[in-house]
């Protein structure tokens, strides 16, 4: 059986960027199982709540350069390092709830542009992250091995 690796990819024709982005499959938030099986390498994640209609919601879709995804998925589900009460009792509250999914990626530039795209899908009337000012235009592909799609090309 054919095994998609987790990873962004990247073709550039005419000043057009093509971008593949290869989700692992959705994993529980557990944060033994995070240690033991998430690389220490850079790289985006999603991090989503199910409610109690089994409807996944969206908590944050972020990169990890710095201290790679390991770690920034560790403390992203932590709640005894957050200021934010909500959050902080969010994250107490639905601990077995949390799941997340990621993919690896080794260029910085890169990861904002696929972010970018995210974001500008998700979450259009609040984009929080810039694009790397690179390409005059650029596409995203996902692939996602459990059928979880979020961005639509346009």
């Known amino acids: 059986m054919y095994k998609m690796e987790a990873r962004i990819t990247k073709e550039v024709i005419n000043n057009e960027a093509y971008y593949t982005l290869v989700w692992t499959p959705l994993k529980p938030a557990d944060k033994y199982k995070i240690v033991r099986e998430v690389p220490a390498v850079s790289g985006i994640f999603e991090l989503y709540r199910m409610d109690?209609?089994?409807?996944?919601?969206?908590l944050t879709a972020t990169h990890a350069w710095y201290g790679g995804l390991r770690s920034n998925i560790r403390e992203a589900i932590d709640p005894s390092n957050k200021t934010d009460p909500e959050l902080k009792k969010l994250l107490e509250d639905e601990e077995e709830n949390l799941y997340f999914r990621y993919s690896c990626c080794d260029s910085f530039k890169d990861m904002l542009d696929v972010i970018w795209f995210l974001h500008s899908s998700y979450f259009d009337e609040d984009?929080?992250?810039e694009h790397s000012n690179r390409y005059e235009e650029f596409f995203l592909d996902e692939k996602s091995p459990d059928k979880i799609f979020w961005a639509e090309d346009e």
């Open 127 to 129: 984009i929080r992250v």
């Open 52 to 58: 109690e209609e089994k409807h996944l919601n969206l």
